[in-house]
């Protein structure tokens, strides 16, 4: 079980370029979700996904892409990037909630970003 | 408007003491609380929850308390170790209408420091 996996651990942009966080799950879970770690903010919720074709703006969507094909996978992209994304992303996955009981999430290593 | 707060950056103990770390929350439709520990270049990992309907979850040196009324809750570790040495992340959940929601709102973290 690699749990959840991220990819690549490190990147530097330039300002305007695109690129894809990847991101990996093997267990099966069906929430899916982005964060990113800024000093002193604590981790905000970018975009999250309760399943595969559906998915839906956190807290800083701003800039950011996603989707949800398959149940393992969900890519972040960011179509044009800027200094203020540089940050630290994380991805994270867990069972749904139900009414009784809530799953927690669990994260991957991070990718650390940077744009120039 | 931040909902969930832990307003120590940061909190220094000595090897052995007791590690009393502090949250507050707004939203009154909070109904399960986790925290989260993180370590340099990894990502957070689940320590311990409670649900809204107990005051009190303990696991191992790990103990939850949650004041309702008071809208807050805390995160004991007794005895404090040198590996406890880490972020540690309040973190909530509000169950919406639907009968589900799988959303955490993070607080901006607290470094505890265990000195040997």
């Known amino acids: 079980n690699a749990g959840v996996t991220q990819t690549p651990k490190f990147q530097v942009l330039k300002t305007g370029q695109s690129m894809t966080l990847q991101c990996a799950q093997d267990?099966?879970?069906?929430?899916m979700s982005w964060y990113r770690q800024d000093p002193g903010m604590g981790l905000r919720l970018i975009h999250y996904?309760?399943?595969?074709?559906?998915?839906d703006q956190g807290e800083v969507p701003n800039g950011y892409n996603v989707s949800r094909s398959t149940t393992e996978d969900f890519p972040l992209r960011l179509l044009s990037a800027a200094p203020s994304q540089t940050s630290v992303y994380f991805c994270?996955?867990?069972?749904?909630?139900?009414?009784?009981?809530?799953?927690?999430?669990?994260f991957g290593p991070g990718t650390r970003l940077t744009v120039l | 408007d931040q909902q969930v707060k832990q307003n120590s950056p940061s909190l220094s103990v000595q090897e052995g003491r007791i590690s009393i770390l502090n949250c507050d929350y707004t939203?009154?439709?909070?109904?399960?609380f986790l925290w989260y520990k993180k370590y340099p270049a990894e990502g957070p990992t689940f320590l311990i929850s409670?649900?809204?309907?107990?005051d009190k979850n303990e696991d191992g040196r790990f103990t939850v308390f949650l004041n309702k009324s008071a809208k807050h809750l805390s995160l004991h570790i007794v005895p404090s170790q040198p590996g406890d040495s880490a972020v540690y992340f309040c973190?909530?959940?509000?169950?919406?209408?639907?009968?589900?929601?799988?959303?955490?709102?993070f607080g901006k973290g607290t470094l505890l420091t265990v000195n040997p």
């Open positions: 973190a909530a959940s509000a169950e919406n209408s639907g009968g589900s929601n799988y959303k955490l709102t």
């Open positions: 939203n009154s439709m909070f109904d399960y």
């Open positions: 996904s309760v399943g595969a074709g559906i998915t």
């Open positions: 267990m099966n879970h069906e929430y």
């Open positions: 409670i649900s809204s309907i107990k």
């Open positions: 994270a996955s867990s069972y749904l909630r139900t009414a009784s009981s809530y799953n927690e999430q669990f």
